[in-house]
């Protein structure tokens, strides 16, 4: 049985090297909409042939992280493991299978790339968890450490994904930053809000008698339309009283 990872087929055209992931991933901005989502200026977004070679990376590393379907297959790695420390010595073989068993059933929900890495690194004795190395690792910790070694796996499929799905944009040249705030200021003068500095935009003094002449008209009216009784008649007799002052006397 072959003990070859699945990133093995993966052809080298269709590879991308993990620093320029890196940059990659660094060029990213959040987004100010989307907190969980991210943006980035489009003269240093993925080209065309990174992005097709970064969704090969991508479709290798979800193959790697999934879980193993064949539990031969772990079978077969953790015997080779276990070859070097003390199976087959003064025990039988019923022994050795439900010793392997241990193994395979702890190891059943990790896929086999990270199996198999872990299983290189305590052949070579360096792994990253502590270890006691006189003893063989406990079927707890080969899971351990497999699962330790998918840590920068997990990480680089996340960076891959968040270029991957990351929204460019287009850098505003000074005249398009100039329109904005033109718009913006002509914005302010029609609402009469401060601006940037502080000033208060006021309405001019017609303007204001204007709007108050229009605010009672249409007071009156809406009186008249629908008042009864007397109250409502003395304060449309009010009404039309301050309408017809003049202009200061009201």
């Known amino acids: 049985m072959s003990n070859r990872l699945p990133s093995t087929r993966t052809t080298q055209a269709l590879s991308l090297p993990e620093a320029r992931i890196e940059v990659l991933h660094g060029a990213l901005e959040a987004h100010p909409a989307h907190p969980t989502r991210y943006c980035v200026r489009s003269d240093r977004a993925a080209t065309t042939a990174e992005r097709r070679a970064l969704c090969a990376v991508s479709e290798r590393l979800e193959a790697e992280l999934a879980p193993c379907a064949n539990l031969d297959h772990i079978d077969t790695v953790v015997t080779r493991v276990l070859l070097g420390f003390e199976q087959g010595r003064g025990r039988g073989d019923d022994e050795n299978d439900a010793l392997i068993g241990e193994y395979v059933s702890a190891l059943k929900a990790l896929p086999l790339a990270a199996i198999h890495a872990a299983a290189e690194r305590f052949r070579s004795a360096i792994t990253l968890l502590p ?13 351990a450490e497999t699962r ?14 968040r270029v991957l799905d990351a929204e460019p ?11 904005v705030a033109a718009a913006a200021e002509a ?8 601006n940037e500095k502080g000033d208060q935009r006021r309405e001019m003094p017609a303007e204001i008698e204007a709007a108050r002449d229009a605010k009672i008209r249409e007071s009156v009216a809406r009186l008249r339309q629908a008042g009864r009784g007397p109250e409502i008649g003395r304060l449309i007799a009010h009404l039309d009283a301050r309408q017809s002052q003049p202009a200061g006397l009201s």
């Open 169 to 179: 944009y287009a850098v505003p040249t000074e005249a398009q930053r100039e329109k």
């Open 148 to 161: 330790e070694g998918m840590v920068p796996m997990r990480t680089r499929l996340l960076h891959v994904r």
């Open 131 to 143: 270890w006691n190395r006189r003893f063989r690792p406990s079927p707890a910790e080969f899971a």
């Open 187 to 194: 914005y302010l003068q029609r609402a009469h809000l401060p």
